[in-house]
């Protein structure tokens, strides 16, 4: 089963290196890796095409001009010849075993798996695990992610993923969200129970930037509203949909019970 590595990148090239060796260090070989470069400013497009040259595995593409992830990472589907396709930001680094066990858990109904991963420093020390990863409920219309439950390191039967409306080009923040929540509703999703990903914190990070919080909360509240009106829900936890200005912040309080809170210190 060929395995599609999708990567959006945008100037960091500098970070891609260890991203770079950790495939290298894949033990489940039959796999692709496709590059977009959305327009880099710093040269990175040219470094990270240099840098892989020598190895067929390796595809790399370029945006012709800054289009944002959203459409990248659409594109990035597009070009993917796998049957299985996952996606890893370039700044971040997956284990060894990565691939091998996300292929290895793809079996009856599932068309998607997710993991635990290492929430880590800029130089990829290890602060914590991901505290809130463990197997959600399948077929569940009030599903809607809220905890980030399902995260890194997600994987994807890309012929689902045709059977999608797909990413919406315009999602420069939450396309993450967006994807998973539509997959979501076309079969069941596996938790693999031991971390898979190495997620980097760094000043020039998209979660990280201050100055996007307002387009953050904008982009995951616009997923939400959508993401309900795909399932036909007008009304949630007693409320109209159309009425509930922030929709994030509403279904987190209604879903945040005392049940949880306990549950969440014993995962």
């Known amino acids: 089963m060929l395995f599609s590595v999708l990567i ?7 970070f891609f290196i260890d991203c770079y060796n950790s495939l290298m260090k894949q033990t489940y070989t039959n796999f692709e890796v496709v590059i977009l470069d959305d327009f880099s400013t710093d040269g990175s ?15 790399v593409f ?68 991901f505290s809130d990863s463990h197997q959600i409920k399948n077929n569940d219309p009030l599903f809607l992610n ?3 439950t399902v995260n890194h390191f997600f ?6 993923y045709l059977k ?3 990413i919406s080009p315009h999602y420069r923040i939450a396309e993450d969200q967006e994807l998973y929540l539509k997959l979501y509703e076309l079969g069941d999703f ?15 990070g998209l979660s990280r930037d201050k100055n996007k919080t307002k387009q953050r909360y904008e982009a995951w509240n616009n997923v939400l509203k959508e993401t309900l009106q795909r399932r036909n829900i007008t009304k949630i936890y007693g409320e109209n949909v159309s ?10 309080q209604k879903q945040n019970t005392i049940m949880r809170k306990i549950k969440r210190k014993f995962l």
């Open 190 to 204: 596996k938790f693999i129970k031991q971390p898979l990903l190495y997620y980097r914190l760094h000043n020039t």
């Open 62 to 129: 370029r945006n012709e001009k800054n289009e944002g992830v959203g459409f990248t990472k659409g594109k990035l589907i597009e070009l993917a010849n796998g049957e299985i396709c996952g996606f890893l930001d370039p700044d971040d680094v997956l284990t060894p075993d990565a691939i091998k066990v996300s292929v290895d858990n793809y079996f009856g109904k599932t068309v998607a798996t997710y993991s635990q991963f290492w929430v880590c420093d800029q130089s990829l020390q290890v602060i914590k695990k």
């Open 164 to 166: 999608t409306s797909k």
């Open 155 to 160: 994987t994807f039967r890309k012929d689902i």
């Open 243 to 252: 009425e509930i200005e922030n929709l994030p912040t509403f279904i987190h």
């Open 45 to 59: 497009f040219e470094k990270v095409s240099d840098y892989v040259k020598n190895d067929l595995r390796f595809r």
């Open 8 to 14: 959006a990148h945008y100037n960091h090239f500098d």
């Open 146 to 148: 809220i905890f980030f």
